[in-house]
């Protein structure tokens, strides 16, 4: 209602600032742990900079795009205070126990990986403090009581059954289609058992915190969804989680540096980063792998196909107002498709706005603007009638015209003018090259002869066929 009300956007657009509202708040905290744990000045810059270009991966594309996968950055942003919380040596601090105490209240509020944050935070503190443990502890199981038993949680009916395979877990933990994570933690564990110098213990739970995250996660996902196939391990949205094992590689790796007494190597670390993220290592090695570039690429790619659902979705209400249907129905929407139709409908108090609105048909076309077509193929035969040619109509916002064939009873059904016609395009100086149709239809639906096919838009329209047999 905010959006709506105070800054006139469609609901949910907001939900893209706010994600790299989070994003830039994580690589902030990511930087503050950094200040915090670490005392050598080009350790803490190298190491604050390489987790932030772990944060900001393409490879996540789809949370980056989804304007319902907030929570997602939010829960990150959760674990790095979490950790911050942590690297504080003292327990008992009045705003320490706020926050710890608060920390598993909001996580488990906000989307359901919470509970591997709460849990993962629990055990930390138990590292930390017994007095931190026992506080952190208490409040993530009160949390747990009132949101899993006082409302219970009911497994989706296309969900599978719980099952656990090892394969999912290991891909779906080591970073999925990104095999730089994995690639990352495994040359950073070299060396750390290769040099042998213990991280000093204080600094044990901040820096587990976002590794026994990643991995309390991969266990979830991996029960839940380890039924649908080893393949969707590779979802990019899993990645978001994934990546904060990287975090505390590096900053193993950094800690390492930063108490060791021979030379350090504080390059190593955001080498290995740009390695693996920009450097697309070894991402670049493999057919069909998804470079640094090309996951960029994909996400927009990604994000634009969801849009033209959404589009389609827009104009199927529209017509479906007009008691036209399309022949070819978009794909539904999950998990409700009536909700969409109703709200662009206006059929719910929250109105469409921006370019939800101008998507509406009513408020794009001009009624006395003409239309100019041309049927360049007519095919007849005992069952159908094909249609080949162009039209467009002669306005700025050049609204989508429809093939629209009468049935009488049965209503009316549309076929999109969208098809590529360069030709045209060509000739006539038009902006834009998709506006030509091939269409067939059946000459009788439930019964119905087909009566005419006119082009145009539900309010607009001219008559292009007619079928000299139909009644009327």
Known sequence: MIESALFKLPPGQTALFQNLALILGCAGLWSWLCQRMLHRNVLRLITALAGSLLLLNPWQYENLGWEFQTPWFLINALVLLGALVLSIPTAGRFPQSVVSALLPWVALTSTGQGLALAVGFAGCSWLHSRKLGALVSASTALAGLSFYLLLPYNKPAGHPEISFQIDYFLRAWLGGPWQGLALLCVVIAAVLLGRRHPIP????????????????????????????????????????????????????????????????????????????????????????????????????????????????????????????????????????????????????????????????????????????????????????????????????????????????????????????????????????????????????????????????????????????????
């Open 201 to 472: 213990r204080a600094s044990w739970p901040a820096l587990l915190l976002p590794g026994l995250f990643s991995l309390l996660f991969a266990g979830m996902i991996t029960l839940s969804r380890a039924g649908f196939g080893v393949e969707q391990a590779n979802s990019s949205r899993y990645i978001t989680h994934s990546l904060m094992l990287g975090l505390t590689a590096l900053m193993a790796l950094a800690l390492s540096d930063d108490h060791s007494r021979r030379p350090t190597t504080p390059l190593l670390g955001g080498f290995l980063v740009l390695l693996t993220t920009i450097g697309s290592f070894p991402q670049g090695l493999q057919s069909g792998a998804l470079s640094y570039t090309g996951a960029w690429n994909e996400g927009r790619r990604w994000a634009e196909q969801k849009r033209k659902r959404f589009v389609c979705h827009a104009e199927q209400a529209e017509l479906a107002a007009n008691n036209i249907r399309l022949l070819d129905p978009c794909n539904e929407i999950f998990p409700n498709q009536q909700v969409v139709d109703q709200y662009f409908q206006s059929g719910w108090p929250v109105e469409p706005l921006g370019w939800h609105r101008e998507l509406l048909i009513n408020h794009q076309i001009s009624a006395s603007s003409p239309i100019r077509y041309h049927v360049d193929h007519q095919t007849l035969s005992s069952s159908s009638v094909q249609l080949q040619g162009w039209a467009f109509m002669k306005t700025p916002n050049r609204p989508q015209l429809y093939l629209i064939a009468d049935y009488g009873n049965q209503g009316r059904v549309a076929v999109p003018v969208d098809q590529p016609r360069r030709d045209v395009k060509r000739t006539l100086g038009l902006s834009t090259a998709r506006v030509g149709f091939n269409a067939t239809f059946p000459h009788s639906q439930n019964g119905q002869v087909l009566r005419a096919v006119r082009i145009g838009t539900p309010n607009q329209s001219v008559q292009i066929w007619e079928d000299p047999s139909a009644d009327g």
